[in-house]
């Protein structure tokens, strides 16, 4: 089974920057889908960002140059780098896998709030 662990979750400012980083183990990492998604209390998950295989990236609309999704396929790791972060930003930050032929994948998530 895939099995994915997330850290780097915390309190910020607004304005302020973290990083979560999701290990992934499995799965051949190089060929999956990567990427996070989020919810926040109340509301559904959302895409936040994905990475294919090809190092290809996309990203949902309310984090569009502020968010950096990435990989590294050596330490089976995916990295979002969250900049400019916004109360609204406030959410469990899952990571997420999508192995060929597997479905997908979410971790257990991680809390990153951001206070005003």
């Known amino acids: 089974q895939v099995q994915l662990v997330e850290s780097g979750g915390g309190l910020v400012h607004t304005g302020g920057s973290l990083r979560l980083s999701c290990t992934a183990s499995g799965s051949t990492f190089r060929l999956n889908v990567m990427g996070w998604d989020r919810q926040a209390p109340g509301q559904q998950r959302e895409l936040v960002a994905r990475?294919?295989?090809?190092?290809?990236?996309s990203y949902g609309d309310s984090v569009k140059g502020r968010f950096t999704v990435s990989r590294d396929n050596a330490k089976s790791t995916v990295y979002l780098e969250m900049n400019s972060l916004k109360p609204e930003d406030t959410a469990v930050y899952y990571c997420?896998?999508?192995?060929?032929?597997?479905?997908?994948?979410w971790g257990q998530g991680t809390q990153v709030t951001v206070s005003s």
């Open positions: 990475i294919s295989e090809y190092g290809t990236t």
């Open positions: 997420v896998s999508s192995p060929p032929f597997l479905g997908t994948f």
